[in-house]
């Protein structure tokens, strides 16, 4: 099917954020736009607000007075679900409760034309569900937007299984005239971004818990080592800590209760505190008048470090050597299992278990085990963890040489895989199961979460950079660590693995 024509008339149930950015992007894609919300006066203020907006681009220069005027005149707020009857799409934006919704649907389809197509912006919903009681199932399917609409580039374009793979591409065409970037996802729990994003909350909490760090230390280094724009902790603040734990337990229930989706017992204390984030002044940080962040927690060193050795190959940490030599370190290079010694310290790139273990395992007394950084040139901070027992001088040196490549040092408990690591390899897993069980295509899964969040790669490129077998051992060491199914690595991945191939392949 082609996209809908320019002139085409498009409604917007819901008045809230999301619906009030839907309906602003539909109005500067040129449609006539309906916009209804049940509380009375909520789509003038919706539309009042809308047009504010375009009103500061205007004032920047973003945008010409006319086209503002143009757009606002293409907006309509409506009372009444009858003024909606000729409407050729509809998206609905409302509470993310499934009664609600399927009487919606229903009492649309009793009021428009049998041609006119039905879409929900439900972030987690089941499509087939939200379908099942209506006559004509095959017309509606899911559009999930992403918040702010009008600014964030992915729409995922989710079938139920009755939705008709014309009206499909009809949408998927006109979020391309509209200038999004579609992707196609199965309607299961989550979807694709919710979903895969749920180990970058769920494993710095769990590290939170287990006292690996505190949230500010855990933050900085998911910004400063791993390349996302905000940390778990500030993050989860903004979004809402009621909203963030409702959808963890809304995928936890779906997927009957597997452990990979366990909502956060501080994050439920949170809650039930009213300690929602920003909103309500009062999160894992506080946002009253003058509140200060907590320091980053950071070791330092006063020693001077000329050389270091080099033995073998450091995988996915070796740019790191290159940092040393670029800031003047001399590197001698010679065969061995893959280690930098400095002093009496050893350095090795973590490969998921603890360093007590690992120590225990090589025979190594003072050893220093690295996190991940997404890109070792450009990282600020790195983490790392130690044995029990190692030398307080061993410890010195290592932390003077990391600091010496210009790196503030960051020492969390001994715990496995770190913390950019552990996430990394979480993400990475998360979206190879995605990939197992056809909830999207490899670039597409890649695409959503570098638009959708905003990660620095996609959590399938991501693997292959580090190298499927580096990853599938620290998902083998991080289940031998907890013995919980939690970790338990993808069947795609160990596949790839025993075939040689990458997960685009």
């Known amino acids: 099917m082609d996209p809908l024509k320019c002139n085409a008339a498009v409604a917007v149930v819901g008045a809230g954020a999301m619906g009030a950015g839907i309906a602003q992007v539909v109005a500067q894609a040129g449609h006539p736009v309906r916009l209804l919300d049940q509380s009375p006066g909520a789509a003038a203020r919706a539309v009042a607000t809308i047009d504010q907006r375009l009103a500061r681009q205007v004032a920047k220069g973003r945008l010409d007075e006319a086209s503002r005027q143009a757009i606002h005149g293409r907006l309509q707020p409506v009372e009444h679900l009858h003024e909606l009857r000729d409407s050729a799409l509809v998206i609905e934006a409302i509470a993310e409760n499934l009664a609600a919704k399927q009487q919606l649907f229903a009492e649309l389809e009793a009021l428009c034309t049998d041609d006119c197509i039905l879409a929900s912006n439900t972030s987690s919903l089941s499509i087939t569900a939200l379908a099942a009681g209506l006559r004509r199932p095959q017309r509606l399917l899911g559009l999930h937007f992403f918040n702010p609409a009008p600014l964030m580039a992915l729409v995922e374009v989710v079938p139920g299984l009755a939705s008709d793979p014309g009206i499909v591409q009809c949408l998927h065409q006109t979020l391309l005239d509209w200038g999004k970037q579609p992707v196609r996802a199965r309607s299961t729990p989550g979807f694709i971004v919710n979903r895969v994003a749920r180990p970058f909350y769920g494993e710095s909490l769990r590290l939170l818990q287990e006292g690996a760090a505190d949230c500010a230390t855990l933050d900085a280094l998911l910004r400063e080592a791993g390349g996302f724009a905000m940390g778990t902790f500030e993050l989860t603040d903004l979004i809402g800590q009621d909203i963030n734990d409702r959808v963890t337990c809304s995928i936890y229930e779906a997927y009957y209760a597997d452990p990979r989706f366990q909502p956060s017992l501080i994050q439920q204390e949170l809650v039930a505190a009213g300690h929602l984030g920003r909103k309500s002044g009062q999160g894992f940080y506080s946002y009253a008048e003058g509140a200060q962040r907590p320091p980053i927690q950071q070791l330092h060193s006063n ?95 290592a932390v003077a040489l990391l600091q010496q490549a210009g790196l503030q040092v960051s020492r969390l408990s001994d715990t496995p895989a770190l913390a950019v690591l552990r996430t990394v390899a979480m993400l990475a897993n998360e979206a190879a199961d995605a990939l197992l069980q056809g909830v999207a295509s490899a670039a597409d899964i890649d695409l959503a979460m570098r638009l959708g969040v905003n990660y620095p790669l996609g959590p399938l490129a991501w693997a292959e950079r580090l190298g499927l077998g580096h990853l599938l051992q620290v998902l083998e060491n991080l289940q031998g660590a907890y013995g919980e199914d939690r970790y338990r690595p993808s069947l795609l991945l160990r596949r790839r693995v025993a075939e040689g191939r990458n997960l685009h392949d």
């Open 303 to 397: 020693a001077k470090i000329s050389d270091c050795v080099l033995e073998g190959d450091l995988a996915w940490a070796m740019p790191l050597v290159q940092r040393l030599e670029q800031r003047g370190i001399q590197v001698l290079r010679r065969d061995g299992p893959g280690l930098l010694r400095v002093g009496d310290a050893v350095l090795v790139p973590s490969d998921g278990r603890l360093a007590s273990q690992r120590a225990r395992d090589s025979g190594q007394g003072n050893l220093v085990l690295l996190d991940l950084a997404a890109d070792y040139q450009q990282a600020t901070r790195l983490a790392i963890s130690c044995n029990a027992g190692i030398q307080p001088h061993a410890l010195d040196q």
